[in-house]
């Protein structure tokens, strides 16, 4: 009995999720739109409230196109493996009302997230296109540098609360909030989730200008939806990660939506205005600034750990 209420309570988040990610393309498109002085989606419904439902189905009712010498099977089932993957990263939110919670939540998050890689390979991998490839070279190398200062800079965070689990982060927190005195780090994990979700200004493996959509330029119809709502339900689960590891608002689930939908706003507000980086200077910020600091930061908290333990 207990199973199923925590399995039914999981399908409907799984429920909200898809539709706050519709919603969430609704809100991007309207932004952007007043953002470069023009409406945005205004006619179906009222105010173009609708916009979304009526996009979502013309693109499931769309024809799918298939590439002459693609790999079918591949092709066909690795969108389908990012969008539940995407789906896993929810699975470490705890349920305090259920007394549901992973032990090892993070650990299963670094999984997940790495094996992100390996879906997009297979995705461009599979359309056999060579701009897709290029988008592929541009996304995976991407993905791993900055993955890797990302999982580091966590990892010191994980060095205060001495837990895997994402809910000890607001026990620990219920006098002072990390962000007060981890505001460095704050920005730093805030740079690398942008750069981790391909948002601009560090959208390479999507550049219009030069790549035409780049590693998923063949997918059309339900297959692009798949990756289409992969990226988006990844930009809300960073958004409540960021906000619970550095404010500990997972019990306030009020307060944690609203920090959300500013996180979600404020990604869409640096799409408007911030120009795209160029590819040398992204790798140069990654590996000649931020990721020595953070190893540095790792090594220091490491080494005080140790010093507590035996003394």
Known sequence: MWKMIILINFLILFFMILMSVAFFILLERKILGYIQLRKGPNKFFIKGIFQCLGDGLKLFLKEVNYPNYMNFFVFMISPMIGLLISIF????????????????GLI???????????????????SNSNYSILGMIRFVSQMISYEV???????????????????????????????????????KLLIKF??????????????????????????????FIFIFMSEYMSIM??????????????????????????????????????????????MYLI?????????????????????NLYH
């Open 89 to 104: 990263f929810w699975f470490i939110y705890p349920y305090i009302g259920l007394n549901y919670t992973m032990i090892f």
């Open 287 to 307: 590996w000649k600034l931020i990721f020595p600091l953070s190893l540095f930061l790792f090594v220091f908290n490491f080494s005080l750990q140790l010093f």
């Open 237 to 282: 689960f960073m958004g409540m990660l960021i906000f619970e590891m550095f404010f500990g608002l997972m019990m306030s689930k009020f307060y944690l939506n609203i920090f959300v939908l500013f996180f979600m706003f404020m990604v869409i507000w640096l799409r408007g205005f911030l120009p795209r980086f160029r590819y040398d200077k992204l």
């Open 108 to 126: 299963f998050m670094f999984c997940c997230s790495s094996f992100m890689v390996y879906i997009f390979l297979l995705i461009s991998w599979s």
């Open 149 to 187: 200062s990302m999982m580091i800079i966590i990892i010191n965070l994980m060095f205060l609360i001495n837990s895997f689990n994402l809910n000890d982060f607001y026990i620990y927190q219920i006098n002072i909030k990390f962000f007060f005195f981890k505001f460095f780090k704050f920005l």
């Open 194 to 223: 942008l750069a981790e979700m391909n948002r601009s200004p560090f959208d390479f493996s999507e550049g219009e200008s030069e790549l035409v959509s780049g590693f998923n330029i063949e997918f059309s119809s339900f297959s």
